[in-house]
């Protein structure tokens, strides 16, 4: 698909980043970049990412630097405001009793998935997801399958809520903004926003709870749905 124009009124905008702005490897799609740049109303990137890189790909799109990172857990607001919303002794006792139990969190020594989160805790798909549903649940926290990782997080954050702190920050509704997605993570968001658009890879939870779903996947589905759903 050709980069689609972007209208001068499109709505403002809510974006997942991986699975809805990458190709299927998670590289990120260069045809989105001139239209996130171009975008004329307020675009929030919502992710389950730590913070630092949300906020990265808004420095370098040249963008402002609107997040709501870790599932709602952190939300960013311009230079001028970061709020810290989850429950980051939660996740790092569940991190701790997970260990304990004897399973690593399947990311290397390093941990660059962790190293910077605030208030969540990601676990790679591959290690063992009952007990850490079991643990998690000890310590009054949820478990979210991203298809990406398994989030550890505060039921009290998500990326609907996320979005409800940006928008007021901008003294702007909720309900006026587009969100496109493509897993469970991004209900909620879809939950509060205006219109929703899921791309074809989204996972069963997404495709239902979404307006619209594109034909296409992964980055062309983002780029399908600038393209059909972007005027107000």
Partial sequence: MDTPSVPDDAPPLAVDIDGTLTDDQRALDPRV???????PAPVVVATG???????ALCEFL???????AENGGVVVAGRDTVRIEGDR???????????DAGY????GEADLVNRWRETELAVAREMPLEPLVEIASEHGLDVVDT?????VKSPS?????????VAAELNLR????LAVGDSENDVPTFEVAGRSVAVANADDLALAAADHVTAASFADGFLEAVERFAAP
């Fill in 33 to 39: 970049i001139p239209v996130l740049r171009a975008w």
């Fill in 49 to 55: 990412k730590s913070m630092p890189y949300p906020v």
């Fill in 62 to 68: 040249a963008i402002d630097q609107l997040v709501v």
């Fill in 89 to 99: 002794e939660g996740a790092n006792a569940v991190a701790a009793a997970y260990r």
């Fill in 104 to 107: 690593g969190l399947g990311w």
């Fill in 147 to 151: 298809g990406y990782a398994y989030h």
């Fill in 157 to 165: 954050v998500d990326k609907g809520s996320g979005l409800d702190v």
């Fill in 174 to 177: 909720s309900e006026a903004f």
